[in-house]
């Protein structure tokens, strides 16, 4: 499943990736550039308690403060299970002829900007990201994945070409399940690092949070990005 039937899906609808990164580039900037022009933006999207109390964490130079609070596996396993809702949300609701996906999709995007431009503002950025990004690089990665699953859904409903829209829709529910599917595993990793690891972000060594981040990042790119190439190639 993982070695070869995912790649081979997601090097046929790779086309629809390419939008979801798109679309997540496109959204994100929005909530970027909204939150830079509009002051109260931050707290209307992330909750004004939220804001204030990330505030007090950075001037007392604790930037990834948030991360700290619970216990390590508690907070994991609330973490797993938010984001595999999130994901579920983002392939499921591409039923809706792929514009739930879409409205899931900006409404997460604009958060993670807005939350970014926050922490810019603050001149927390550089320690914001050692801690976001060591389970981000899986977290939003596998985001992007399941709205391209999402909007694989969609466009089964909209185009379904020479067959019914009957089957165009079971063919299409199949292929981005599996897709979707194959996301799982990077967020319940991402979940673990952030109940475990984040927490830790500023007090490890730079280089260890340097090849946590990459690492990840270098893993899932080319499991969904250069792997399904190489698998094509192999089965073409």
């Not at 022009?37 to 948030?66: C, H, P, Q, R």
């Not at 609701?93 to 503002?121: H, R």
Request: charged fraction near 10%.
């Amino acid at each position: 499943f993982f070695k070869t039937e995912v790649p081979l899906l997601t090097f046929e609808y790779r086309r629809y990736l390419h939008y979801a990164f798109g679309f997540f580039i496109l959204f994100t900037l929005i909530g970027f550039i909204s939150a830079h022009y509009d002051k109260e933006f931050v707290n209307i999207i992330l909750g004004e308690s939220y804001v204030n109390m990330t505030i007090e964490n950075i001037e007392e130079g604790n930037a990834v403060g948030v991360y700290q609070q619970g216990t390590n596996w508690g907070g994991s396993i609330a973490i797993i299970l938010n984001n595999v809702q999130v994901g579920a949300k983002l392939f499921l609701f591409g039923i809706f002829a792929g514009i739930g996906t879409l409205l899931v999709l900006i409404y997460n995007c604009i958060m993670i900007g807005s939350f970014q431009y926050f922490f810019y503002d603050y001149g927390a950025l550089a320690d914001s990201a050692k801690g976001i990004w060591m389970h981000g690089a899986f977290e939003i990665f596998a985001m992007i994945i399941c709205a391209m699953a999402g909007l694989i859904l969609g466009a089964s409903i909209l185009f379904p070409k020479t067959y019914s829209r009957l089957t165009s829709f079971k063919i299409g529910f199949k292929d981005s399940f599996k897709i979707f599917l194959s996301t799982i595993p990077f967020t319940i990793v991402a979940g673990i690092i952030e109940g475990y690891l984040t927490r830790y972000a500023l007090v490890m060594p730079s280089v260890l949070n340097i090849i946590i981040i990459f690492g990840t990042l270098g893993i899932i790119t080319y499991y969904y990005v250069i792997y399904p190439f190489k698998v094509s190639k192999k089965h073409r």
